[in-house]
């Protein structure tokens, strides 16, 4: 690998600890300081777990970026599902490592053209999901309409909908299985993210596998 992919392996792993750091601590009920992580060695432990993961993920799916790409979407959103399903809480931090790691895996292995075709419908998306999640007044969470923005800036918008139509379609028969069996109501809120990373996961099985 040349110098360049290097240092973008070792940023990506970076990231990879940092998200991971954030969403412990979350768990845990508490928040770490921008201003101390580096002194954190969990930090440096669980970057190179990440990159550990993302060596073995290249190399067994014979080199591709892209796999990695995917692997390091679907992880994120696993840890954002644990934090939101305890916490009911997107950090911005987690989001803004997630972009980071996505565009910098995508400038591996995308042309100029490519990129551009992903980032600017993405960033519409993005614009027009955030103004939907005002306007709603509460009943879209800011946190989800980000992630789903950022999503759709980095895996393109098409990917975003479909991904999120399946946590949709999951997300209503969770919410009958809770009337039904647990007697709520079908206004009670619940965390949306965790539907979204498996949405995902469903994606994966029927598109990507």
Do not use: N
Not at 33 to 49: F, G, M, N, Q
Not at 149 to 159: E, H, S
Not at 194 to 204: D, R, S
């Amino acid at each position: 690998m040349v110098t360049g992919e290097i240092l973008t392996w070792f940023a990506l792993s970076i990231l990879g600890g940092i998200k991971s750091l954030y969403g412990i601590d979350l768990w845990r009920g508490k928040e770490c300081s921008i201003d101390r992580i580096w002194a954190e060695k969990r930090l440096y432990i669980l970057s190179i777990v990440w990159m550990a993961g993302y060596l073995l993920i290249w190399i067994g799916s014979g080199r591709s970026v892209a796999a990695v790409q995917i692997a390091d979407l679907l992880c994120t959103y696993m840890l954002l599902a644990l934090v939101d399903g305890r916490c009911r809480v997107v950090p911005g931090m987690i989001l803004l490592c997630y972009l980071s790691g996505q565009m910098l895996l995508g400038a591996l292995y995308r042309t100029a053209e490519e990129l551009f075709s992903i980032y600017v419908p993405g960033i519409l998306f993005a614009a027009v999901t955030c103004i939907l999640a005002q306007l709603s007044k509460g009943k879209v969470g800011m946190g989800d309409a980000k992630l789903l923005g950022v999503t759709a800036i980095t895996a393109g918008w098409a990917y975003t909908v479909q991904i999120l139509l399946f946590a949709m379609a999951l997300s209503f028969i969770y919410s009958i299985g809770l009337l039904l069996f647990a007697k709520k109501s079908m206004q009670d809120a619940f965390p949306f993210v965790p539907f979204l990373a498996a949405g995902i996961a469903v994606h994966l099985v029927f598109f990507a596998l």
